[in-house]
């Protein structure tokens, strides 16, 4: 056997050494890459719960609000399939909240943004709350009292504020009459903190326990007053 086919063999078997140890090194590689994925994905989904949550917001000796959840989690904020570090939703399940306006309506709060931030302020420093860029409330009801008297109530399958939007949004939602002789259903509410007033710019169903009728685009104020909302701000087809 020539020194040739020799050192050609030996070279043959060295590639075929390198290339197992090169296999190994890399399904090891990939391994661990996956754990550290999995690990980070699972630290990621861990979700703070606290049960039974509340809160009172009085302003200048006033009280405004109090609200009940059975439970409060906190779950990183989702983009499509992706989830976004720093960035978190909370989510209240079966809440309850009482509002409180003055005599001529003009003040008062509901869920503006700005209010439920200076509620969540005291949970600051709890670990898992991280930074709360939106706050979801499933199933939602509120009752509405303007000087002391309830007027008007709201129930819906969701509630949603967007901090970073300065919206607030009830989904499938009806708004009552306390006593519920007039009802207002709609897919969609929004709350306009600037006016103090809902918003309904789509189609809604107006009903007693008599008749009903259809429409599109309506104010409704905590006493129940109710606005036709001007064409140009309701939704088009």
Known sequence: MSAAFRLLILLLFLSLT???VWVIWEGEGARLANNEIS?????LSTPLRLKG????????GVLRSRLRADLLVVLPRRLGGFQM???NDLTLFNVDLETFFSDDAKEGELLSGKAMQGQLSTLQGVKGLGRIGRVVMKPFHAKLHVAQVARSEI???GADVDFSRHATRFDKATLCEVGGVRCIDAGRILWDEANKRFSIPGDFLARTPTRQGAGK???VYPDFRLEPMPQENSETP
């Open 18 to 20: 390198l290339g197992v």
């Open 39 to 43: 690990q980070g994905k699972e630290e």
């Open 53 to 60: 949550f509340s809160y009172t917001s009085v302003e200048g």
């Open 85 to 87: 570090r720093g960035a």
């Open 155 to 157: 129930q819906a399958e």
């Open 217 to 219: 685009g309506l104010y």
